[in-house]
């Protein structure tokens, strides 16, 4: 079993950052990618950006330039630099990893809320 812990969320004035962190905990001998989804009410969860084990990154065309995804795998932990956020970006953030040497599942973190006011 593997535990996502996240952490950051918070009320910002639109044009602020925040910092989100997830850190590992539990089975995590073998992380692939981890990365962060976001969800409003009423709709779906959606990619944000992820971060594979080698560091390759991918993000959704809303955030681009305006969003950083890191990771340290020595600590078990995946990072999101959000600047510059507007109030569209206002939603609940999860963290996500794809965790197993053989057989691969993916686990959640209970999610961090990030409101950004205008």
């Known amino acids: 079993q593997v535990q996502l812990v996240e952490s950051g969320g918070g009320l910002v004035q639109a044009g602020g950052s925040l910092r989100l962190s997830c850190a590992a905990s539990?089975?995590?001998?073998?992380?692939?990618?981890m990365g962060w989804y976001r969800q409003t009410p009423g709709k779906g969860r959606e990619l944000v950006s992820v971060?594979?084990?080698?560091?390759?990154?991918t993000y959704t065309d809303s955030v681009k330039g305006r969003f950083t995804i890191s990771r340290d795998n020595v600590k078990k932990t995946v990072f999101l630099q959000m600047n510059s956020l507007k109030p569209e970006d206002t939603a609940l953030y999860y963290c996500?990893?794809?965790?197993?040497?053989?057989?691969?599942?993916?686990?959640w973190g209970q999610g961090t809320q990030v409101t950004v006011s205008s």
């Open positions: 539990g089975d995590t001998q073998c992380i692939s990618t």
């Open positions: 996500k990893a794809i965790v197993g040497c053989s057989v691969q599942r993916q686990y």
């Open positions: 971060i594979s084990s080698g560091g390759s990154t």
